[in-house]
Structures are given as C-alpha cells and as structure tokens.
C-alpha cells in the first residue's frame, strides 16, 4: 500500500501535466518524489504533505490568490519539511484545520473543483488529525492508521487525476447537446457543462458592441469580486461575447478555445434559425395577403357579373321573343349565377355561413341536412369553412353516387370543425384533383388541416379544422335557416 500510494502521486502528476500550466502536476510528481524519499531518510518522512497540500489549496491552478492561502500552505511546508515543527500532534490538528477552513472560505461560488479539493483536504488532514488525537489518548492504532492513510493518499491522487480530467471533456458533452433538436439556453449548457451554475454569459452585439445576455438584458463586466474571472471569447480578433465565470473552472487554454468555438457555433446557429424564422413568418404573411386577395379578386368579379353581364341577359330575355330561346337565355342566366356563387359567393358576405351553406344545400341534387351556429367570424376563416362545404357538395353530386349528405359545422373558442359526410360509393382520392389540394392549401395557410376518410363502399366525409384568426368577428346578420 505505501508503494501504491507514492505511484498513484506519480501517475496523477503525470496525468494532468499541462504545457502551459504546470504547477499542479509538479507538486504531484514533487509529492511523490518526497513520499518514497522520506521511507529512507526519517527527516524528509512528512515531506510530502507540502506539495500535497499545496496542490490541493491552490487546486486546480496550483497557483496561490490570497494571502490566507499563501500562509496557510508555508505553514503546511514548515510542518513537513522540518520534522520538530510537523511531529507534535497540536501543530498537525491546527495546520489541518487552517487548510480546510482556507479551502472552504474560498468556495463562496461552488464549483467541483472547489468540492473536490475540500473533499480531500477533509479527508487528508482529517486522518492525519484523528491520528494525533489517537496518540494523544494513548491509542495502540499506528498500523491502522497508517494503512488508512496509504489509502486516503490514493484516494486524493485519483480524485484530483479524475475531476482535472473531466474538467477538461465537457465540452464534447456541450457539443452534442448544441446538437439537439431543441436545447436549452448556450449559457445553461455552459454552466451544466463547466461545473459553474453562478456562469455568465454576455453576447456582443454585433452593431454596438454592447453586451447583452440571452433575453437581452445589459451585461456589465465591471469590477468582479474575489473568485470570479471575465474570459472574452473571440472570432478573428473579434469580440463575441464574454463569459463571467468561478476562477477555477476555465483554467485550461484549451477549455476556453473549445468553448469560444462551440458559443460561437451557437451564436451562427441561432442566427440562421432567427433567419428563418423571420423568412417563415414573412412566407406566411405573404400567403395570407394573396389569399386575401383573391378573395376579394373573387368578390370583385362576381358583383360585376351580376351588375355588368347578368343584368344585359335579364333585358335581353325580356326582349326576345319564343319560348325555346327564353329558356336558353334562363338557364344561361342560372348557370352564370352559379359561377358567380362559386367564385365568391355575396350570401356569404352579407348573411354569413349558416345561411350561405344551406343555400348550397338547396341546391345539391339529394337531400342535404345542415347544422351550422347562427355567429359571424373573421372573413377568412368563414370562406375557407364555405369552400370546404360547397367543393364537398360538389364532389358528392359529381362523383358519389348517395342518397343522402350532411353538413356539420362547430364552432369553439379557436377553431371551426367543418364535416361533409355522405352514404355513397367511397373510395374519393385526396390528391387526385386540385379541388382538395386547393382546400388543404388554404386551410395551411390558416394554420387549418383537412382529413379525408373515404375507404370503398363506406361513403366519404371531409373533416377541416379552420382556426378562428385573431380579427374581430364581423357583426351578425340575419342568419336564420
């Protein structure tokens, strides 16, 4: 066990080792060193509690802040290294408590890092307290205790080795969850991903410079308190945003680079998704303009041939004279009215859709029952429920071969339900004429979706959702049926 403890000093020292930042590795491999030198030399036999504690105060930079941290590991040095000052036993339960109290005061802003050193100055110094206090009481327990602080010590390495390690591979972690289909914020990825839920994030903006966070609120990095560091992330010289941070966490050159590379990954991707958005939201408003448009386009044309073209054919049929060319001219007159109801029926304007669709239902060629509500709605919405009514009606003297058909209409609070049932043949194909695909469009462009349920020989029935949009419904008429 005592020759695994000092190999596990070594190996941890050699498995943090960072070009840049050196320190907490050397005090390991330091540790280590003294451990296997004071088996021979008795002098040296504490001195690898120095380094040690050293490596576990200024964990995980190495390097000392404060002047409490400062004095508290020279303390730790003179104990170990000058055996009369580190062999009574009140001197080790002091120093210990110092280091701990140190190591605990300067976790204001938690972090793991900062629990990791904590827990293993405890359980360090802790042991070796419970062991002065052993000898103090006359307690036969050396072997015990010294078996248990070979362990202790292999604990610390391998915790101190582990949580560097881990520090330094969130951001992969980061990475895929930017992935996702839906993530959360970049700054809480962060925080989750570096171990600093207390993190900072700031974007700059790019016509400013101004620093904003993510609901756009004023950033200001301005005089930080004692724990806390401001890291700027940078894009060619640039800067993109910047990250207030526990000092500990971002202790790594390559932690920053990775994580300057990944926020601006996610400040690019955020753009290009509030692209679109706006890109979306403008398709969609120019979708609603021209059908809107076209609706009037239609109610345009159908008042011009009442008053235009209709009203000639009325004046001529009373002119002429015969009964087989009065007919022509009736039933001409009758089949120009249907166009007209068709592009854009005036019933529908002036009286609303219980009165118009029933007046469709007159004149389907089998019995039609109506439900519709007597209320009047925003225009688009009561012409995307009418057109789904009057293209099923069609369809169904067309092509249905029934004896009978309903029309349901149901209004909600947000939406119209429109249902077209009939009892004919089936078998109707949603994307085989452009009548159903015209009324699937519109309804898209209303938020609205169509069904179409017609297996063979069970009859057909046409079920739209038509969302009620947010214009003021128009006042009601006379809607009696």
């Keep these: 066990m005592d020759t695994l403890a000092g190999v596990a000093l070594a190996l941890a020292g050699l498995g943090i080792w960072q070009r840049r930042r050196p320190l907490p590795s050397i005090l390991l491999l330091a540790s280590a060193a003294?451990?296997?030198?004071?088996?021979?030399?008795?002098?040296?036999?504490?001195?690898?509690?120095?380094?040690?504690?050293h490596a576990l105060v200024g964990h995980p930079r190495g390097?000392?802040?404060?002047?409490?941290?400062?004095?508290v590991v020279a303390a730790g040095y003179a104990?170990?290294?000058?055996y009369p000052v580190g062999r009574p036993g009140v001197v080790t339960v002091l120093v210990g408590v110092a280091v701990v109290a140190v190591i605990a005061w300067g976790g204001r802003r938690p972090s793991v890092a900062w629990v990791t050193a904590l827990a293993c100055a405890v359980a360090f110094w802790g042991l070796l307290s419970f062991g002065a206090v052993a000898r103090w009481e006359g307690l036969l327990i050396d072997p015990q205790i010294l078996l248990a602080y070979d362990a202790v010590v292999i604990a610390v390495a391998v915790a101190l080795l582990a949580e560097t390690r881990l520090r330094r591979s969130p951001i992969a972690g980061l990475a895929v969850d930017l992935g996702q289909a839906a993530p959360r914020s970049v700054r809480?990825?962060?925080?989750?991903?570096?171990?600093?839920?207390?993190?900072?994030?700031?974007?700059?903006?790019?016509v400013t410079g101004r620093l904003v966070d993510e609901a756009g609120r004023p950033v200001e990095p301005g005089a930080e308190p004692a724990g806390r560091t401001v890291t700027e992330l940078r894009d060619n010289g640039a800067r993109i945003a910047v990250l207030i941070h526990d000092s500990t966490v971002l202790d790594d050159p390559a932690l920053v680079a990775s994580a300057a590379a990944l926020t601006r990954i996610a400040l690019?991707?955020?753009?290009?998704?509030?692209?679109?958005?706006?890109r979306l939201a403008a398709v969609e408003v120019s979708r609603r303009r021209l059908l809107t448009v076209a609706d009037a386009e239609r109610d345009r044309l159908e008042a011009e041939l009442r008053a235009d073209v209709l009203a000639?054919?009325?004046?001529?049929?009373?002119?002429?004279?015969?009964d087989a060319l009065r007919a022509h001219l009736v039933a001409g007159t009758e089949a120009i009215n249907d166009f007209a109801r068709g592009v854009y029926p005036r019933l529908l304007t002036e009286s609303g859709p219980a009165v118009a669709v029933q007046d469709l239902a007159s004149r389907a060629r089998i019995p039609v029952a109506v439900t519709a509500p007597d209320g009047r709605f925003a225009p688009e919405s009561e012409a995307a429920a009418y057109f789904v009514c009057?293209?099923?009606?069609?369809?169904?003297?067309?092509?249905?071969?029934?004896?009978?058909?309903?029309?349901?209409?149901?209004?909600?609070?947000?939406?119209?339900?429109v249902e077209v049932a009939d009892d004919g043949v089936g078998g109707a194909d949603p994307g085989g004429g452009s009548g159903l695909t015209g009324l699937a469009d519109r309804l898209a462009v209303l938020g609205g979706r169509l069904v179409v349920d017609s297996p063979p020989g069970g009859g057909t029935r046409l079920t739209a959702v038509v969302p009620l949009t947010t214009r003021s419904p128009r006042p009601a008429g006379d809607t009696s049926c």
Excluded: C
Excluded at 34 to 53: C, E, K, N
Excluded at 317 to 322: F, I, K, P, T
């Design 34 to 53: 003294l451990w296997f030198v004071g088996g021979f030399v008795q002098p040296l036999v504490f001195a690898h509690r120095g380094p040690l504690t």
């Design 63 to 71: 390097r000392l802040t404060t002047a409490a941290e400062r004095v």
């Design 79 to 82: 104990t170990a290294l000058v």
């Design 188 to 206: 809480d990825l962060l925080a989750r991903a570096l171990g600093d839920p207390s993190l900072v994030l700031g974007y700059a903006d790019p």
């Design 268 to 278: 690019v991707n955020a753009r290009l998704q509030a692209e679109a958005a706006d």
């Design 312 to 322: 000639r054919l009325d004046r001529v049929a009373d002119l002429v004279d015969g």
């Design 390 to 417: 009057a293209e099923g009606l069609t369809n169904i003297d067309k092509y249905a071969s029934a004896t009978s058909a309903s029309v349901r209409i149901v209004a909600a609070a947000d939406r119209l339900t």
